[in-house]
Antibody
Framework: EVHLLESGGGLVQPGGSLRLSCAAS????????MSWVRQAPGKGLEWVST????????YYPNSLRGRFTVSRDNSKNTLYLEMISLRAEDTAIYYC???????????????????WGQGTLVTVSS | QTVVTQEPSFSVSPGGTVTLTCGLS?????????PSWYQQTPGQAPRTLIY???TRSSGVPDRFSGSILGDKAALTITGAQAHDESTYYC??????????FGGGTKLTVL
């Protein structure tokens, strides 16, 4: 059974930074691209980032590129999201998600999300 | 920037059939967008229903089906039940590793 467990959320001041983690089990971790998706309070889902299985390729929406960095440690079956220069509008539940495939994503990574974690809440406030 | 469009809300009677759609502000949705559908109830993580247009995720009943209808992706729910009352999101692949969610459709069963 696939299990994704996020951690690292909490309260951070505007301008601060935070690193989220996601521990995966039940899968051959390196065989799959992994993603982060967030949901602001009362709002819809927003794709945040994706990383290929062997970590060579990363993808972000233009609005988040430069402030958010996704990485992974396949030896620890763990996905990370480093966030800097945080703003109030980054307040959201951050979900870790497994993609359908994507061990070797390069210029293309067309593997949709098939499993989700329960999410971790990030609150940016003074 | 391309916007993914969904009906903000929809209503269906118990036992009825409803089709939710997922379109583009410019252009047509095709299989090349790898459309997928997710169900979310308040306070819960999303659940994957359909991926790659019409493949049901593990454990999803066959009351849920996906397709391309005209220029949009579609999610059809037959025999609607009270516990189908949720918000449904579609996700489209824009190429080069980029994904965009639709704004979601809040489905009411009454």
């Amino acid at each position: 059974e696939v299990h994704l467990l996020e951690s690292g959320g909490g309260l951070v001041q505007p301008g601060g930074s935070l690193r989220l983690s996601c521990a995966a089990s039940g899968i051959t971790f390196s065989s799959y691209a992994m993603s982060w998706v967030r949901q602001a309070p009362g709002k819809g889902l927003e794709w945040v980032s994706t990383i290929g299985g062997y970590g060579g390729a990363t993808y972000y929406p233009n609005s988040l590129r430069g402030r958010f960095t996704v990485s992974r440690d396949n030896s620890k079956n763990t996905l990370y999201l480093e966030m800097i220069s945080l703003r109030a509008e980054d307040t959201a539940i951050y979900y870790c998600a497994k993609n359908l495939g994507g061990a070797y994503c390069g210029g293309d990574c067309p593997y949709p999300i098939d499993y989700w974690g329960q999410g971790t809440l990030v609150t940016v406030s003074s | 920037q391309t916007v993914v469009t969904q009906e903000p809300s929809f209503s269906v009677s118990p036992g009825g059939t409803v089709t939710l759609t997922c379109g583009l502000s410019s252009g047509s949705v095709s299989n090349n967008y790898y459309p997928s559908w997710y169900q979310q109830t308040p306070g819960q993580a999303p659940r994957t229903l359909i991926y790659n247009t019409n493949t049901r995720s593990s454990g999803v009943p066959d009351r849920f089906s996906g397709s391309i209808l005209g220029d949009k992706a579609a999610l059809t729910i037959t025999g609607a039940q009270a516990h189908d009352e949720s918000t449904y999101y579609c996700l489209l692949y824009m190429g080069s590793g980029f994904w965009v969610f639709g704004g979601g459709t809040k489905l009411t069963v009454l």
